[in-house]
Structures are given as structure tokens and as C-alpha cells.
């Protein structure tokens, strides 16, 4: 699992509560169908002064066929494509 620092984002988990700011994300359950594609779980939450995660919201994030072409042995280059898909940015 990959905790990723990134340009806060507001992030509404349900109807029920309000928006919360975002600063990071988790990139989990990397998918592989060797030779072909790859996707995750890009996990938004909070991360805290401990370096406690809270997960806000989680969707599934998918390379294109040309990103998963590059990828190499490159696992940053993986999570860069997954923020990039994402519209996430580093922090």
C-alpha cells in the first residue's frame, strides 16, 4: 500500500455529512492482467499529524493501454498514471 501526499481535494463521502478537504491518497488492490492492463483502489482520505490514514472515498482507477505499455518496473511511474487518471496532483 502506497500513501501518496496530494493537492487537497473536497471530497463529499455521503449526502449526510459535509464536504471534507482530502490530502492524500492510498493506492491499493493493484489489478494486474500481465501484458495487458492494471488498475486500483485510489483511496482519498485524510492523513494525520500521526501518519493516520482516514479513507474518505475509494473508486477504482484504470491506466490506458499506452501508460500500462511504460510501466516498466517503475511502481512511482504506476502511481503517477493512477493520480494523473484520477485528476490528483502530488503535494
Do not use: H
Request: glycine share 4%; charged share 15%.
Amino acid at each position: 500500500m502506497t500513501t501518496v501526499a496530494i493537492k487537497p481535494v473536497t471530497v463529499s463521502p455521503s449526502n449526510v455529512t459535509p464536504p471534507v478537504i482530502a490530502n492524500a491518497v492510498q493506492i491499493t488492490n493493484v489489478d494486474l492482467q500481465l501484458g495487458k492492463s492494471a488498475s486500483a483502489y485510489v483511496c482519498l482520505g485524510v492523513l494525520g499529524e500521526s501518519e493516520s490514514f482516514t479513507l474518505l472515498t475509494r473508486s477504482t482507477v484504470a491506466m490506458t493501454d499506452a501508460q500500462y505499455a511504460k510501466w516498466g518496473a517503475d511502481d512511482d511511474y504506476a502511481v503517477n498514471c493512477f493520480l494523473l487518471n484520477a485528476n490528483l496532483e502530488r503535494a
